[in-house]
């Protein structure tokens, strides 16, 4: 027969067990972002999407993702829809319409954009760049939507 304590003892390693297992699970859940971004109705060629998930990095070469969009595939009436998968956790989105076809994002000598372009929660710039703190949203376990407004700047 077990006294208390052992029956204690093993429960509480069976909590631990238990919790330590679920907040693992937890670190490797996926969210699906839906981007949509209007103004490119009558565009062809591709934008891309750049994926931020700190200050640190926002608006520089180290992001998380960088997805290349075909319009003509992921054109839905006057939206260009498209899903990504992610971990959860905060993220900021940048986008440009390349409208040069080259896949780089053209700016002006100051380091303006010179192809139209799309901050996640519409962020706009205000003296320079918007701020990583403007653009960020979290994903959790349900779907979100972006709903993104491209510009010519």
Request: glycine residues 8%; contains cysteine.
């Amino acid at each position: 027969m077990m006294s208390w304590f052992m029956r204690s003892a093993c429960t509480l390693q069976l909590l631990v067990l238990i919790l330590g297992s679920q907040f693992a699970m937890a670190e490797g859940l996926t969210g699906i972002l839906m981007v949509e971004i209007s103004g490119l109705k009558d565009a062809s060629g591709n934008v891309y999407i750049a994926v931020y998930d700190s200050d640190s990095t926002w608006l520089s070469d180290e992001m998380v993702l960088n997805q290349k969009v075909v319009i003509a595939d992921a054109l839905d009436g006057d939206l260009v829809r498209t899903e990504l998968l992610l971990p959860l956790g905060d993220y900021a989105l940048s986008v440009f319409y390349d409208q040069d076809g080259d896949g780089k994002l053209k700016t002006n000598f100051i380091g303006m954009p010179k192809e139209p372009i799309a901050l996640s929660n519409n962020a706009v710039a205000k003296f320079g760049p918007p701020e990583y703190d403007d653009a960020v949203f979290s994903l959790g376990a349900q779907p979100l939507i972006q709903n993104l407004s491209i510009k010519a700047l």
